[in-house]
């Protein structure tokens, strides 16, 4: 919970549109009440789960967030991975992930953190959402079924949570997320629009390490 003070505590000018993708996805890994998914909700979950554990992906987002008074933050990134090892492209963040480790490029600044870290702390990954259904902290159902796109509603079962609901449309006869959509309390909300999957050759390890030697002036400030 440290990092969402932390993330908190920076300017959006900083750290970008990251804060607000971020931190909802920290609070979905720690809610604790457990609540009952519909069959016909998991049943599609776990489909979209088995395409994305079985691929090397790059996928092109675009990434948007609104707050209840004022203008749209839009961003576009780029997002590779290969099972749980991911690295994330965005304008003015790159984030490594090798499966236990996690550098995170601030290019504004200049400065490379790396931390230990694990996939449910991770800022974005298609998996992390197709397995929200194993959560036990949603109850989860399909409200929508119709020309090959399901949407599935997943609310929160502690009614204490910033947001109250997340939307995922999924493209059925793909397997793929279509977009991602949180609707906070307060009339915030955000959305990632997943605009282009493109399967890539088989990445390794050191797709997915951040190789600070070729980034001259760089601070390097190594957390683990």
């Known amino acids: 919970m440290r990092l969402i003070y932390f993330l908190c505590s920076m300017s959006l000018h900083k750290i ?20 009952v998914n519909s069959s016909a909700s998991v049943e599609l979950l776990k489909s979209v789960e088995g395409y994305y ?20 933050f839009i961003e576009k990134g780029s997002f590779f991975f290969t099972d749980t090892w991911y690295k994330l492209i965005l304008p003015e963040q790159d984030i490594y992930f090798d499966g236990s480790s996690q550098w995170t490029y601030f290019k504004d600044r200049k400065e490379v953190q790396i931390t230990q870290s694990s996939l449910d702390e991770s800022a974005f990954h298609p998996l992390k959402f197709a397995r929200l259904y194993k959560s036990k902290s949603f109850k989860s159902r399909v409200v929508q079924d119709e020309k090959g796109i399901a949407i599935v509603e997943l609310v929160p079962a ?17 397997k793929q997320i279509r ?7 307060n009339g915030d909300r955000y959305r990632i629009e997943l605009l282009k999957h493109t399967p890539t050759k088989k990445l390794h390890i050191t797709d997915f390490q951040l190789n600070t030697d070729g980034l001259p002036g760089v601070h390097v400030e190594d957390l683990r």
Do not use: T
């Open 16 to 35: 970008g549109l990251m804060k607000c993708l971020i931190i909802p996805f920290l609070c979905l890994s720690v809610l604790c009440a457990q609540a």
């Open 53 to 72: 554990s079985k691929k090397s992906i790059q996928i092109d987002f675009n990434y948007a967030w609104k707050a209840s008074e004022g203008k749209e």
């Open 158 to 174: 502690d009614r204490d949570q910033e947001y109250h609901k997340v939307v995922l449309s999924i493209l059925k006869n793909q």
């Open 179 to 185: 977009k991602v959509e949180v609707y906070y309390k």
